[in-house]
C-alpha cells in the first residue's frame, strides 16, 4: 500500500538551532501534504498544510516564521522548526494522500526534543 | 468537517471482539468517515472508510447506521497488539486530507 516516510525518526537539537524534518511519499505523487503536532497524552494538532509550489496555509496560531514548510516536489514537504526552543519539543506528523476522495496515510512521526 | 464524539477508554479482553463506537450527528451528505488509530509513539495507521454502506476488510468492520449519524468499528478477534488509540474521523470527498482529530478511544486489550 501507500507509504508515507519521514525522517529523522527522532532528533534532538539545542536551543536557538533550527531542524528540518522531511516528509516524502514513496509511491504516489501527492500536491498537499499536511503537518500535525501532538503533544504527550494529546490528540494531533494540525499545524499547516502543505502545496506544492506555493505558499503553505498555517491554521490559527501557528508561527509560520517559526515552522517554514516547504514543498519543493510533489513527493517531498519540509518542516523546518527555526530557532528552537523547548516548548518545541514535541511529536510531528505529516500525512498525505492520492488524491481527492482517497485514504490518507501518515508518516511515522518525528519525535523532536530542544535541550 | 463534522464533529465526533467517542468514548474516552474502552477495555476488551483478548480474542473478543471489540466494538468502538462513534457519534457524528452532524455529519453531511458528501462526507465519509474514516478510522484511524495510533498506537504509543507511532504515526495513524489507517483502518477503515465508508460513506453509508457497511464496509469490511483484512482489519476490522465498519457499520454505519442508516441515518449516518453515528458508526461502530468492530474488531472482530481483538488481539493485545490492537491495544491503541483509536480516532473516527469524517471528512467530506473534496478534502484532499485535512483531518480534524479528537481525543480519540482508547482500547486496551486485556490478556
Known amino acids: 500500500g501507500a507509504v508515507v516516510s519521514q525522517h529523522p525518526s527522532w532528533v534532538i537539537c539545542k536551543s536557538g538551532t533550527s531542524v528540518k524534518i522531511e516528509c516524502r511519499s514513496l509511491?504516489?505523487?501527492?500536491?498537499?501534504m499536511f503537518w500535525y503536532r501532538q503533544f504527550p497524552k494529546q490528540s494531533l494538532m494540525l499545524m499547516a498544510t502543505?502545496?506544492?509550489?506555493?505558499?503553505?496555509?498555517?491554521e490559527q496560531g501557528v508561527e509560520k516564521d517559526k515552522f517554514l514548510i516547504n514543498h519543493a516536489s510533489l513527493t517531498l514537504s519540509t518542516l523546518t522548526v527555526t530557532s528552537a526552543h523547548p516548548e518545541d519539543s514535541s511529536f510531528y506528523i505529516c500525512?498525505?494522500?492520492?488524491?481527492?476522495?482517497?485514504?490518507?496515510?501518515f508518516g511515522e512521526g518525528s519525535w523532536l526534543t530542544v535541550v | 468537517d463534522a464533529k465526533t464524539t467517542q468514548p474516552t477508554s474502552m477495555d476488551c479482553a483478548e480474542g473478543r471482539a471489540a466494538n468502538l463506537p462513534c457519534n457524528h450527528s452532524?455529519?453531511?451528505?458528501?462526507?465519509?468517515v474514516y478510522w484511524y488509530r495510533q498506537i504509543h509513539s507511532q504515526g495513524p495507521q489507517y483502518i477503515i472508510h465508508g460513506l453509508k454502506n457497511n464496509e469490511t476488510n483484512e482489519m476490522a468492520s465498519l457499520i454505519i447506521t442508516e441515518d449516518r449519524k453515528s458508526s461502530t468499528l468492530i474488531l472482530p478477534h481483538a488481539t493485545l497488539r490492537d491495544t491503541a488509540v483509536y480516532y473516527c474521523?469524517?471528512?467530506?470527498?473534496?478534502?484532499?486530507?485535512?483531518?480534524?482529530f479528537g481525543d480519540g478511544t482508547t482500547l486496551t486489550v486485556k490478556p
Open positions: 474521523i469524517v471528512r467530506g470527498w473534496a478534502n484532499a486530507g485535512k483531518s480534524t
Open positions: 500525512s498525505a494522500s492520492p488524491g481527492y476522495g482517497n485514504t490518507i496515510y
Open positions: 509511491d504516489f505523487q501527492a500536491t498537499t
Open positions: 452532524t455529519i453531511s451528505g458528501n462526507e465519509y
Open positions: 502543505s502545496n506544492e509550489g506555493s505558499k503553505a496555509t498555517y
